[in-house]
Every structure is written in structure tokens, then in C-alpha cells.
């Protein structure tokens, strides 16, 4: 792996993976240039971090951001659509990826860096049950067909203390409402279980993308991320129960039907949609060697990490 300082274009750099891959990079030496909607949202006074002002559906700012750069992050993604604000899954996963591609493209960007998802598949014989999964495979394959040298890597559920997830499971454990702890569950009742997931720590994955940057072997690789802890949803809050101050001890951890789940979503007030109810009953779980070998790491436990920062969520 080269050392070499890069120059490096990233988009979703204030998200929740952002705020993480962009610090790596910096200390990695490389040049981070920003596609951000209000450069006020970059906290980092570094020289070598510079914003590009604009969204992923501005031609002049994707030009400006791509212009002289040898690698683009693209980070961006969305969990929830609202269609009001144009933001859908086929415009911000298929769309936005394609045309930030032709930018790259035609500023002759040598490395695509690529953020997917755990289950993202084509239409064939398993075909993915979400818009979420089966816009996120569009826009790998916008990628893979660009011709520029490509590393994509398909996380499980990512956590952190500063994750919209943990927030959530906070509010669940230590918050008044709603009465109980929910999951949503197979079966007329929802007892009969849901898919098992892989939380991978954030610094994991900010690693392995900061990484990839000045990574050749990992060209032309999908890799999927996962922690070292494979959990049943009962047991990941369960886990976090031990951790977190402030919890009611009593809440119950209560299975909510995925089919009445299904059937709500979207209704106001309700803070989740179908692509979340049908992701969770799918196995969210791989296998890491390749990724930790070709990177040399060893995943963070999720327990280790998460009793680190569960005072800081």
C-alpha cells in the first residue's frame, strides 16, 4: 500500500460515515475536497480540507469537485425517501451515483471508492425484497461498468455514538415512549424471529475506505463488512441494555408483527418505512476475512466498542 498524499473528492462528508472517513483521510495525508450543500457543516479547520458547495444534481459543482482529483469517496445514500424533496432511493442511490460517474469520467478520475450495503443483489434468483438493496445494486454495477478502477464495500448496520441507529436504540431503552422495546418479527404475532445482523463499528469502516484510496489490491473487489458478532435483534439491545445509563430496566423487548409493521409504514408518525421492515427480516451477516485480510485489521467487538461510547450517544 502506497503512501502517497492524493488528492481525494468525497461526497457525504457530514454524514454519519463522512464525519469519520474524512478525519482518516486527512491523516493519511491525502487532500479532501467536500461536496457539501452549507460549508458551515465542515467542522475541520485544516488546510487541506476544502469544500465544494452544491448537491450531487448540480452539473457546475460535480464538475468543480472531480476537476484535478485522483480519487472520489462517494459516501452519500439515504434510509428513509421523501418524495416531497425529491429524495428517493432510485434518485439519490441510481441516479445521483450515474451522474457523479460521468463527472468523474470526464475529469479522468483514476479511483472510485464506493459506499453499498449488505444485500444489495441483482434481479436474478434471489432477487431484493427492498428499493433500498436493489437501487443501492444500480448503482454498483453504474460503477462497475465507468471503467475507472473501482473498491466497493457493502457494510452491515454501522455503529457509533454520533449514528442516527444508536440515537434510536437510546430513546428506545431510556425514553418513556414508546412502552416497550420493539423489533419487528415473523409469524401472525411476530414471534417467530427476524434476520440476525453484523453491527460493524464506524472506525472500522472509516479505515478500510480511508484505506482503499491508495489500496491497488483491492481494485475491482466488493467486499463485504461486517463486525466480528453476529446478534439476534433481542440480543443486540439486550447488549446494549448493560451498557447504556439511564435505562428502564423494566421495558419489555416486545416483537411487533412485520406484517402489521409492513402495513403502517409511512403513515405519519411512524418512524420507519416498508424497505426498513423488509430488511429486517432479512440475514444482514457475511463473512470478513477478505476484507480484514487484505487490510490487516481485526474488527472492534461490538460490546468493547459500544460500552466505550454509550455514554456519549
Same mark, same amino acid.
Given at each position: 500500500?502506497?503512501? =502517497?498524499?492524493?488528492?481525494?473528492?468525497?461526497?457525504?462528508?457530514?454524514?454519519?460515515?463522512? &464525519?469519520?472517513?474524512? /478525519?482518516?483521510?486527512?491523516?493519511?495525508?491525502?487532500?479532501? &475536497?467536500?461536496?457539501?450543500?452549507?460549508?458551515?457543516?465542515?467542522?475541520?479547520?485544516?488546510?487541506?480540507?476544502?469544500?465544494?458547495?452544491?448537491?450531487? *444534481?448540480?452539473?457546475?459543482?460535480?464538475?468543480?469537485?472531480?476537476?484535478?482529483?485522483?480519487?472520489?469517496?462517494? $459516501?452519500?445514500?439515504?434510509?428513509?425517501?421523501?418524495?416531497? =424533496?425529491?429524495?428517493?432511493?432510485?434518485?439519490?442511490?441510481?441516479?445521483?451515483? &450515474?451522474?457523479?460517474?460521468?463527472?468523474?469520467?470526464?475529469? @479522468?478520475?483514476?479511483?472510485?471508492? +464506493?459506499?453499498?450495503?449488505?444485500?444489495?443483489?441483482?434481479?436474478?434468483?434471489?432477487?431484493?425484497?427492498?428499493?433500498?438493496? &436493489?437501487?443501492?445494486?444500480?448503482?454498483?454495477?453504474?460503477? #462497475?461498468?465507468?471503467?475507472?478502477?473501482?473498491?466497493?464495500? #457493502? /457494510?452491515? $448496520?454501522?455503529?457509533? +455514538?454520533? @449514528?442516527? *441507529?444508536?440515537?434510536?436504540?437510546?430513546?428506545?431503552?431510556?425514553?418513556?415512549?414508546?412502552?416497550?422495546?420493539?423489533?419487528?418479527?415473523?409469524?401472525?404475532?411476530?414471534?417467530?424471529?427476524?434476520?440476525?445482523?453484523?453491527?460493524?463499528?464506524?472506525?472500522?469502516?472509516?479505515?478500510?475506505?480511508?484505506?482503499?484510496?491508495?489500496?491497488?489490491?483491492?481494485?475491482?473487489?466488493?467486499? /463485504?463488512?461486517?463486525?466480528?458478532?453476529?446478534?439476534?435483534?433481542?440480543?443486540?439491545?439486550?447488549?446494549? #441494555?448493560?451498557?447504556?445509563?439511564?435505562?428502564?430496566?423494566?421495558?419489555?423487548?416486545?416483537?411487533?408483527?412485520?406484517?402489521?409493521?409492513?402495513?403502517?409504514?409511512?403513515?405519519?408518525?411512524?418512524?420507519?418505512? #416498508?424497505?426498513?421492515?423488509?430488511?429486517?427480516?432479512?440475514?444482514?451477516?457475511?463473512?470478513?476475512?477478505?476484507?480484514?485480510?487484505?487490510?490487516?485489521?481485526?474488527?472492534?467487538?461490538?460490546?468493547?466498542? *459500544?460500552?466505550?461510547?454509550?455514554?456519549?450517544?
Amino acid at each position: 500500500m502506497t503512501t =502517497k498524499s492524493l488528492r481525494v473528492a468525497v461526497t457525504g462528508g457530514t454524514g454519519f460515515v463522512g &464525519r469519520h472517513v474524512v /478525519p482518516h483521510l486527512l491523516d493519511s495525508g491525502h487532500h479532501v &475536497r467536500v461536496l457539501v450543500r452549507n460549508p458551515d457543516r465542515l467542522k475541520s479547520v485544516d488546510n487541506r480540507l476544502t469544500p465544494v458547495k452544491g448537491g450531487l *444534481f448540480d452539473d457546475s459543482a460535480l464538475s468543480q469537485l472531480c476537476d484535478g482529483v485522483d480519487a472520489v469517496v462517494h $459516501l452519500v445514500g439515504i434510509i428513509m425517501e421523501i418524495p416531497s =424533496k425529491g429524495q428517493t432511493f432510485e434518485r439519490i442511490h441510481a441516479q445521483a451515483t &450515474r451522474r457523479l460517474v460521468t463527472a468523474a469520467q470526464a475529469a @479522468g478520475v483514476k479511483r472510485w471508492v +464506493h459506499m453499498s450495503a449488505l444485500g444489495a443483489r441483482p434481479q436474478d434468483d434471489n432477487p431484493p425484497v427492498s428499493d433500498y438493496h &436493489r437501487t443501492k445494486f444500480i448503482a454498483e454495477q453504474a460503477v #462497475r461498468n465507468s471503467g475507472i478502477p473501482f473498491t466497493i464495500f #457493502r /457494510p452491515s $448496520l454501522i455503529h457509533g +455514538h454520533d @449514528g442516527e *441507529f444508536m440515537r434510536m436504540v437510546k430513546g428506545f431503552l431510556t425514553g418513556l415512549f414508546p412502552p416497550f422495546v420493539p423489533y419487528f418479527g415473523a409469524g401472525a404475532l411476530g414471534t417467530k424471529g427476524a434476520g440476525h445482523l453484523q453491527p460493524v463499528y464506524i472506525e472500522d469502516v472509516a479505515k478500510v475506505f480511508a484505506d482503499a484510496v491508495a489500496h491497488d489490491k483491492s481494485v475491482g473487489e466488493t467486499y /463485504p463488512v461486517g463486525g466480528p458478532d453476529v446478534f439476534t435483534w433481542p440480543g443486540l439491545y439486550e447488549t446494549c #441494555r448493560k451498557h447504556l445509563p439511564g435505562v428502564k430496566a423494566k421495558k419489555k423487548i416486545v416483537a411487533v408483527p412485520a406484517w402489521y409493521a409492513r402495513m403502517i409504514a409511512g403513515l405519519p408518525g411512524v418512524p420507519f418505512n #416498508r424497505d426498513q421492515v423488509l430488511m429486517s427480516q432479512e440475514e444482514s451477516t457475511c463473512d470478513t476475512a477478505k476484507v480484514c485480510h487484505d487490510f490487516a485489521m481485526t474488527m472492534t467487538p461490538f460490546e468493547e466498542s *459500544f460500552a466505550d461510547y454509550a455514554g456519549k450517544i
